[in-house]
């Protein structure tokens, strides 16, 4: 019982920071200034009072709509405020302090990425480098469980795996249909997932990122009926999936181990 106000104020802060990941996802790409003034209706250009602009509340409040042109607003937005406070919740609840913190970092940087491949189908190179060198820092300092120098090769052989085995799908996908399959974005993302998580979770990131995907890739391509044309951004799935590995997969991967022995 003594977590639930922290955990209350942790989610809140969480949502908060999802309202910013979500000016981060529409400033980044139209190379807007993030920290360049109040928030204005895209439409309408109207600026968005503070009492409009609380996490989830006031989308439910106006009903997905701008209140002064009723421009509806996606509903990604919400989902985006939502989905970074149950993620700061579970990570903290998972790992408390201060790992938490690190990994609030990273699923901070996925949720942004996942945000922008959503709208615009790329990943920002100036959100996952800076992840990368992040990801290899934190896992010597905060999230270390080893020696300084076994945490690095953790990390490095991360990056390597995880986006190793991308750029390889990658590639043989090109010499097979002669057509990009993976973007470099996706490559760079999965390398900052590595550098944070180590390669086993980041194999178990493309697993389910691809799975999830190829499910939702064919609802998709079925309801369209663009067939295989219709593509769908790789990194709406590895995003979420690398943030349930973080809070659930080495849990995972022990009771499957289990099982086989
Ligand atoms: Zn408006």
Same mark, same amino acid.
């Given at each position: +019982? ?5 955990? &209350? ?6 949502? !908060?920071?999802? $309202? ?22 895209? #439409? ?6 503070? %009492? ?5 509340? /006031? %989308?439910?409040?106006?009903?997905? #709509?701008? #209140? /002064?042109?009723?421009?509806? &607003?996606?509903?990604? %937005? ?6 970074? *406070? ?16 690190? %990994? ?17 189908? &790329? ?8 992840? &990368? ?5 934190? /896992? +010597?300092?905060?999230? #270390? *469980?080893?020696? !300084?120098?076994? $945490?690095?090769?953790? /990390?490095?052989? @991360? ?22 399959? =993976? ?6 993302? +999965?390398? =900052? ?15 389910? @990122?691809?799975?999830? *995907? ?6 998709? =391509?079925?309801?369209? $009926? ?12 590895? $995003? ?5 590995? +973080? ?15």
């Amino acid at each position: +019982m003594h977590n639930v106000l922290p955990g &209350i104020f942790v989610f809140v802060f969480g949502a !908060v920071l999802g $309202s910013f990941l979500n000016v981060v996802r529409y400033r980044f790409p139209r190379h807007m200034g993030v920290a360049a003034g109040r928030s204005k209706c895209p #439409r309408c250009k109207a600026t968005i009072a503070w %009492y409009d602009n609380v996490p989830m509340l /006031s %989308y439910a409040l106006l009903r997905g #709509r701008c #209140r /002064s042109c009723r421009w509806r &607003i996606p509903p990604t %937005y919400v989902v985006v405020e939502a989905v970074t *406070g149950l993620s700061f919740l579970l990570v903290w609840l998972a790992f408390g302090w201060p790992q938490a913190a690190a %990994y609030w970092v990273l699923a901070s940087l996925l949720i942004a990425c996942a945000g922008i491949d959503f709208d615009k189908g &790329i990943i920002p190179d100036k959100l996952t480098i800076p992840g &990368i060198i992040l990801g290899v820092v934190f /896992s +010597m300092t905060v999230l #270390r *469980g080893d020696t !300084v120098t076994a $945490s690095l090769l953790h /990390s490095a052989l @991360g990056i390597l795996v995880g986006g190793g085995s991308l750029l390889a799908v990658g590639l043989s996908y090109k010499l097979v249909r002669k057509v990009e399959g =993976m973007g470099g974005g996706d490559i760079k993302l +999965m390398a =900052m997932v590595g550098a944070f998580l180590g390669f086993k979770l980041a194999l178990l990131t493309i697993f389910v @990122g691809s799975v999830v *995907g190829g499910i939702v890739g064919l609802v998709v =391509m079925h309801r369209t $009926s663009q067939g295989m044309r219709a593509s769908v951004p790789f990194g709406v799935f590895l $995003s979420p999936a690398a943030i349930a590995c +973080m809070i659930w997969g080495n849990d995972l991967i022990a009771a499957y181990l289990s099982l086989l022995r």
